[in-house]
């Protein structure tokens, strides 16, 4: 395949709401080459995919995410906020499925019996949030869960691959230390302040810019990848943003709109 992969942010979460399994499997429909997802965790000690730390805005349930059991977050709704966004690359755009389990909440564990049912090639972009609140909490149950599903140590007829994600750089250390083999991405908002400023710390793999970034750096890219850093560059929904990161170069296109990206690429 030429050009970048594309990974559906939240899922297809222009279309549906996000972290559902209905946007998950929207973008998979669409032909998104990969899927990006936050992972936080419950009360309890469960991974699930809610990207703020509050339940308030993709939900009807209300405080954090933290403070709540899996049993509880189940019983709620993370479905009937979204209204939709109107997009002309897709049919039927807006409606949630009627079905509500694709509409509650998703567990990391749900996500990835999903991908492994999927019976096509799926790359999987997980991000850790706030790891330092919760020590090396996140990082580890992380590990274990792709452990379980044989995910943790990449095969590589394996169809499912996951690549693990943060802004934090001790994150990306506690994650390399964990599972050696897993790659990883270093997310950025700023430009680097490393002393060798394109090359990643701890060994990261990956190069994950924002688009505000790029938009303001685009020399960026190509200097991470003479660096030998595949670059993978979120979150990116406009026509001229897209316009903007291909004409950069890069490995890989996170939005929250797989449809439009895919057409935009001809594929
Ligand atoms: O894919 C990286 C991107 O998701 C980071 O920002 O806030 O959407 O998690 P955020
Ligand atoms: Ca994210």
Redesign the pocket.
């Known amino acids: 395949m030429d050009g970048p992969l594309v990974?559906a942010?939240?899922g297809s979460s222009a279309a549906l709401p996000e972290h559902t399994l209905a946007a998950y499997l929207r973008a998979l429909d669409e032909g998104a080459d990969g899927l990006?997802c936050?992972v936080r965790l419950t009360r309890d000690g469960h991974l699930v995919c809610v990207?703020d730390r509050r339940l308030d805005r993709t939900s009807n349930g209300r405080g954090r995410v933290s403070a709540h059991t899996l049993a509880e977050l189940d019983q709620l709704d993370f479905g009937s906020w979204h209204t939709g966004e109107p997009d002309e690359t897709v049919d039927d755009v807006g409606d949630v499925p009627a079905d509500p389990n694709r509409t509650r909440l998703l567990t990391l564990d749900r996500l990835l019996t999903a991908v492994r049912s999927a019976g096509r090639p799926v790359r999987l972009?997980i991000?850790t949030?706030h790891p330092s609140r919760y020590g090396s909490t996140v990082e580890r149950r992380l590990i274990a869960m792709l452990r379980q599903h044989g995910l943790s140590d990449p095969r590589p007829d394996d169809p499912v691959r996951v690549t693990v994600?943060s802004?934090s750089p001790l994150a990306i250390r506690l994650m390399r230390g964990l599972a050696p083999r897993l790659p990883t991405?270093l997310?950025l908002e700023v430009v680097p302040r490393w002393p060798r400023m394109t090359r990643l710390p701890f060994g990261a793999q990956i190069a994950?810019p924002?688009i505000n970034l790029v938009r303001t750096r685009p020399r960026l890219v190509p200097a991470l990848r003479e660096a030998g850093h595949p670059v993978?560059v979120?979150?990116v929904n406009e026509p001229p943003d897209i316009d903007l990161v291909l004409d950069c170069g890069v490995d890989g296109i996170?939005t929250d709109r797989p449809a439009l990206v895919l057409g935009r690429l001809g594929r």
Do not use: A
């Open positions: 990974f942010h939240r990006e936050d990207h972009l991000e949030k994600m802004f991405v997310l994950g924002g993978y979120w979150t996170i």
